[in-house]
DNA sequence: CTTGGAATGTCAACAACGCTGACATAAAAT
DNA sequence: ATTTTATGTCAGCGTTGTTGACATTCCAAG
């Protein structure tokens, strides 16, 4: 074994875990989330909405019939912040809000055709960025992409995310 | 070949280019980026920071001695946004503001040793986050994950983060 | 039936942090 | 000497988060 060039710390396989790898990671974490919101802002800015309006019409989309209860856990926002971006969407025609059947005093959420019509354009923005970046990483890398991403996830937000799984095609 | 369970759309190699991939992935990178923010904003509110001052005190800290000018293009914000950051941090002594050398129109930023600290404490805790996801999922998942990232930026942002990479041990 | 609690909505106020626009200053560049 | 560049400052605005207080509706338990 001539000079060290990487085999410090504790052998090679835990060279991933250096600090200086795992700023490397944190730099890429904060770089790689502006370009993952940046589609959406540009055609939400066009609309007059903001983020918060694009995440409420991707979770009613995602699970439709929703009540503002669940919406809530899932974004981790107040009901007053919620409750004002759901005001706007339903004035503007995008959400419709139904009393509950069996509990009359939920509401359940669900998206019109001009709401889907939004969603579509939005998340059909963000996963064309998304496939560019999976075709140009490769299957493997996106495997491994998604277990660093779990894993980083807090254990009650990862309940959620996995509830959230498999549902609706 | 019996029944489909998921050799459909276009072979296995590309199923993890379907629309229900991406938008896992979408939904993944969403709740990761919380867990990746809520160690240091829990540290931040105890001090009465933010998220802004965070960014600036790691940049700061990673590109010692840098301009207001560069420190804004990497950020991506304004300079009265960062400027009202940057202020409370020079007036709480955590950031030193040099007049530059050789043009003496810019400011050379510097953490002072009370910066440091808490730029150590921020970045501390998120790289424990950050170090418990990478030994979960592997080196090889460690891999992926930064090559999806990577691939997801926009080129300009990529090209900063290339020219940040490798600088200071 | 009355009371308590849960789910929701509304109003007011505030803070963090983006933004624009306008203007001042200092120094470099022409 | 004039223009441009880099920076700072002030004023104001918008989105989105926060608390606190209070009204309404309705289920459920006493």
Do not use: C
């Not at 959400?95 to 889907?116: I, K, P, Y």
């Not at 937000?157 to 959230?164: A, F, N, T, V």
Request: no cysteine; hydrophobic share 40%; glycine share 8%.
């Amino acid at each position: 074994m001539a000079e060290g060039h990487g085999s410090a710390i504790g052998g090679e396989n835990l060279l991933f875990l250096t600090d200086e790898q795992l700023r490397k990671g944190i730099e890429a974490m904060f770089f790689a989330y502006r370009g993952f919101t940046a589609d959406p802002d540009r055609i939400l800015e066009a609309h007059g909405y903001g983020r918060a309006h694009h995440r409420a019409l991707h979770f009613i989309n995602r699970t439709d019939g929703t009540t503002v209860n669940n919406l809530l856990s899932i974004l981790g926002v107040t009901k007053q912040s919620l409750n004002r971006v759901l005001r706007t969407l339903i004035e503007d025609g995008l959400v419709e809000s139904r009393v509950g059947r069996t509990d009359r005093r939920e509401r359940n959420l669900f998206l019109t055709e001009a709401g889907e019509a939004l969603e579509r354009e939005l998340s059909e923005a963000q996963r064309e960025r998304m496939r560019a970046a999976y075709r140009a990483a490769g299957p493997q890398a996106v495997a491994g992409f998604r277990q660093v991403l779990e894993a980083m996830m807090d254990d009650e937000i990862r309940r959620q995310y996995y509830s959230l799984r498999d549902r609706r095609a």
